[in-house]
């Protein structure tokens, strides 16, 4: 008898995860679970590793493992704790990459919370381990999301950079990155580059002329920087 109320609990946070609606699901749930029908939740979706369907407690969380495809997906029961210490024991445990969806309220907002989780994996760049919050990539998931759209951004705003050498690009996006890494400071990213600051400045400069768009002028600084998360998103790793 435990066996099957353990695969019914199983199949129907399944059918939640689906997001399905039916009347009384969540309550089934819920009792089947031995989890609160309202309270706050966190989904996960990472890398398989270990066996499906592990339910396991750790820092006041529970833990509900399902396989689904080529992803493991978490749900999280947490509490009065904040997400961001699931982040940090997912890490721990977990190969990333991963993505973990917002906070939803309730057994019923289980399928909205894996979607955006889905989303949230979409931002981790190819060959990344990085296990990340939907909260943390809100600019970058939007580019994540729409695929055509990002193609076509960086065809417009990095077009000729696209055609340089690849060495020659990968030091103008390196550049760029750490300028924007360092609050748009020069001296800063030059420490990091291991350069000096007009060597900073004169790469930025070149980039500006390459793109014909200036990182002083606010709107055509925001187009680099989703340009850049899209480029970051289908660049093979060096």
Known sequence: MRQRSDEQGRAMLDALLEGRSEPGLAGHAARCLGLPERGRYA?????????????MEAEGLRFLR???????????????????VLAALLVRWCPGPGGIGPVADGLV??????RLAETALLTC??????????????????????????????????GPLLALDPADRTLLVRTLEAWLECGGSAGRAAG?????????????????????RSLSRPRELVEMMLALDAFRLTAPQP
């Not at 907002?109 to 894996?114: D, K, M, R, V, Y």
């Not at 600051?197 to 793109?211: F, I, K, S, W």
């Open 66 to 84: 399902r396989r689904r495809a080529d992803r493991e997906v978490v749900v999280v029961a947490l509490g009065d704790q904040d997400p961001a």
């Open 43 to 55: 989904v996960a979706v990472l890398r398989p590793g270990g066996p499906a369907g592990v339910a």
């Open 192 to 212: 990091r580059l291991y350069c000096h600051r007009n060597t900073v400045l004169n790469r930025l400069r070149r980039l500006e002329r390459l793109t014909s």
């Open 109 to 114: 907002g289980l399928g909205a919370a894996l």
């Open 125 to 158: 760049p190819p060959g990344t381990t990085e296990i990340v919050r939907l909260e943390e990539r809100l600019p970058t998931a939007l580019v994540a999301s729409q695929p055509e759209l990002s193609a076509r951004l960086v065809a417009e705003v990095f």
